[in-house]
């Protein structure tokens, strides 16, 4: 009777770790240089090359329904679109970890949102809200994303999708 070896599995592909200087300067970019986002109070919590986490933090000029303290629907979208566009950024920056912080940083000058579908599941009431995103698929032209809008108790508010160009 033969011994039977034990299966090998495929190893994962290695995620890229990000450098200081390519985090920091991402960063800077979503949270200072694009000042909607820092009205927003857009913080990034994590940046990994497959998938991006933020905080909004609930503020009286959020507010789009007063009587309930709801977040206005515009916040919504506008903070799912970034988060998106973040994936993709992280994306590119893994892709491309063959070239420094500073040229992977500039290609992201590039980008803009193509489309963008939000659905509204519950009303955003809270003191905070977690913001995620992955990529779906980088091409060299254009880019897919899902993103997750979701309370403080982990619950799911909205959902959306959005492509991107990149190039």
Known sequence: MQAMTPSTTPAAPAVPEFEEEFV????????????????????????????????????????GHPAYNRL?????????????????MTAIGARHMNETPAQRLQRFYKLGTIDLRVDYLRPGI????????????????????????LGADGQLLSAAAAAYIVS
């Open 72 to 88: 206005h629907g515009g916040v919504i979208s506008a903070g799912l679109d970034a988060m998106g566009a973040l994936a993709v």
């Open 24 to 63: 920091s300067g991402l960063k800077a970019i979503f949270e200072e240089k694009i000042v909607f986002n820092q009205f927003l109070g857009l913080k990034i919590i994590s940046l990994k090359a497959e998938r991006v986490t933020a905080r909004i933090d609930m503020r009286h000029e959020l507010v």
């Open 126 to 149: 809270g003191e905070y809200f977690e913001l995620r995103a992955e990529v779906l698929r980088l091409g060299s032209r254009v880019a897919s994303t899902r993103m997750e809008f």
